[in-house]
């Protein structure tokens, strides 16, 4: 009898991820954080690029495994249908990985977890698709707004909204971009690093890794250029009070000067926004668990406000690989919160609206719904991330500006006449 596979940590690991992610609903992040945590460096890098790579891909995955396992993956056993993914995935979209590794090794995940029927069946299908899931991904067209989004694995409305506020072009490049991961980028709190400073974002370096050391003493905090930038636009000064309304997990909030009241309504989050305060020595920073849009009367009078505000979140979809499957608009909570921020900021006060997405619903509608003043000189600071439909904004974008996707206004709250 020919000796068994042994599967590797790494896709032991992400196969783990997978199951937890799709059968219990958990956050992929969170679940490789669980799964992952006695691997080394390396065996971890390549879990995290399975697991990631197989939850952001599996519409396509799924569809192709239909295609050429003849059978519907939803009807498959949970354990099947997982590894049939994994090993889909690193046939179709990872060079280097050998055929047989991709494919025995899921095998054997299968034979550990699953019926011993469903073996021969794995290995069956694994071998099918090793021969013609290439062709297959290489055929898909992308000519339609749904067509792309099968193509490279996107909800259907997550395509019809990029290609109505993008264009085709457009849309077809940021869904190849969020596919892939961003470059690492970490803010500078105090000491130096190795990496490349941004020219433009100030205090914003380009690193090949996160030094988790300096992570664990509050040096840098990773946080996209784009993440960065709503930081710098808020503009806060050394005696004013500025007003950060969902400043959980706390990136944006301990960039701001003067004094700072961060809010956020869950209990959790609130005590992880402290203990970022105090990992990166922020003791301007006062943090409150409450609901931004029912805060306490006596904080009022700000001179300025961030509402960083919870959304669809389609312009981090790189790294957070199962929020497309989950994502959802939430304007009317949106409008709300800039409204309450509004109300708590001086007459002649800046409001920083922004949200990590690509979608005019949550974007510029909410503004132009808020009947704030926009300040037009935001866009004069940053010209080279204006909106492209709206200059007086800013809009990141992954497939141009090589960073997370947001939103950004800065709105004057009008004086009393």
């Given at each position: 009898m020919a000796a068994r596979t042994q599967v590797s940590?790494?896709?032991?690991?992400?196969?783990?991820?997978?199951?937890?992610?799709?059968?219990?609903?958990?956050?992929?992040?969170?679940?490789?954080?669980?799964?992952?945590?006695?691997?080394?460096?390396?065996?971890?890098?390549?879990?995290?690029?399975?697991?990631?790579?197989?939850?952001?891909?599996?519409?396509?995955?799924?569809?192709?495994?239909?295609?050429?396992?003849?059978?519907?993956v939803e009807k498959l056993d949970a354990s099947v249908r997982a590894a049939l993914r994994l090993g889909a995935y690193q046939l179709g979209y990872m060079d280097g990985v050998p055929r047989y590794a991709a494919?025995?090794?899921?095998?054997?995940?299968?034979?550990?977890?699953?019926?011993?029927r469903a073996v021969a069946f794995t290995n069956a299908v694994l071998r099918r698709v090793a021969e013609g899931l290439r062709p297959l991904l290489e055929a898909l067209p992308e000519g339609s707004a749904h067509e792309a989004a099968l193509k490279h694995s996107y909800p259907d409305w997550v395509a019809d909204v990029w290609w109505r506020d993008l264009g085709a072009g457009h849309a077809r490049a940021l869904m190849k971009a969020q596919n892939e991961p961003l470059e690492l980028v970490v803010r500078l709190v105090r000491g130096h690093i190795e990496g490349r400073l941004d020219p433009e974002?100030?205090?914003?370096?380009?690193?090949?890794?996160?030094d988790e050391a300096a992570l664990a003493d509050g040096r840098i905090w990773p946080q996209s250029l784009a993440s960065q930038l709503v930081g710098l636009a808020v503009g806060a000064r050394d005696e004013e009070r500025t007003l950060d309304l969902c400043a959980a997990p706390g990136g944006k909030a301990t960039m701001l000067r003067g004094e700072v009241v961060a809010v956020d309504v869950?209990?959790?989050?609130?005590?992880?926004?402290s203990e970022a305060a105090r990992r990166v020595r922020a003791t301007n920073v006062r943090v409150v668990h409450a609901d931004g849009r029912a805060l306490p009367e006596e904080l009022d009078g700000f001179d300025r406000a961030l509402v960083d505000s919870p959304c669809s979140g389609l312009g981090v979809l790189s790294s957070r690989p199962d929020l497309r499957w989950r994502a959802e608009p939430?304007?009317?909570?949106?409008?709300?919160?800039?409204?309450?921020?509004?109300?708590?900021?001086?007459?002649?006060?800046?409001?920083?609206?922004?949200?990590?997405?690509?979608?005019?619903?949550?974007?510029?509608?909410v503004v132009d719904a808020s009947r704030l003043e926009v300040d037009e000189t935001l866009a004069e600071e940053w010209p080279r991330f204006r909106h492209p439909r709206r200059p007086e904004f800013l809009?990141?974008?992954?497939h141009v500006h090589g960073t997370a996707g947001f939103f950004i206004a800065r709105l004057q709250v009008p004086s009393r006449p």
């Open positions: 940590p790494a896709r032991a690991a992400a196969f783990e991820v997978l199951r937890r992610v799709f059968e219990q609903e958990a956050y992929a992040d969170r679940a490789l954080r669980a799964a992952a945590a006695e691997l080394d460096e390396r065996d971890r890098a390549l879990a995290r690029r399975l697991a990631f790579g197989t939850v952001q891909r599996v519409r396509t995955l799924d569809h192709a495994i239909g295609a050429l396992g003849r059978r519907r494919v025995n090794e899921s095998v054997e995940l299968v034979r550990a977890a699953g019926p011993e974002v100030a205090g914003a370096w380009h690193v090949e890794r996160i869950n209990e959790g989050r609130a005590r992880e926004l939430l304007p009317d909570l949106q409008l709300e919160l800039l409204r309450a921020a509004a109300a708590r900021v001086k007459p002649g006060g800046t409001v920083v609206y922004s949200v990590c997405t690509i979608n005019a619903d949550e974007s510029e509608a809009q990141t974008l992954p």
